[in-house]
């Protein structure tokens, strides 16, 4: 079982803890890659990643249930 710590910030501009997310979106967005692209391109680099996982992180939801 893979245990990880996250320390979560809170980014008082957006009133919002995801503060890596939105980022992921820009650079995703700028580079016109789709979320299953992104999670393509990730798979190759040799993570576990799919469209979902993407959605996940740009959305900011459970990091952990991503982490599992």
Request: proline content about 0%.
């Amino acid at each position: 079982e893979l245990v990880v710590e996250i320390k979560i910030y809170w980014n008082k501009e957006t009133n919002s803890k995801n503060i890596i997310g939105q980022r992921v979106k820009e650079l995703r967005t700028e580079r016109q890659l789709s979320q299953k692209a992104l999670a393509e391109k990730l798979q190759l680099a040799g993570f576990e990643f799919n469209d979902l996982t993407v959605l996940r992180i740009e959305q900011g939801l459970d990091l952990f249930l991503i982490m599992r």
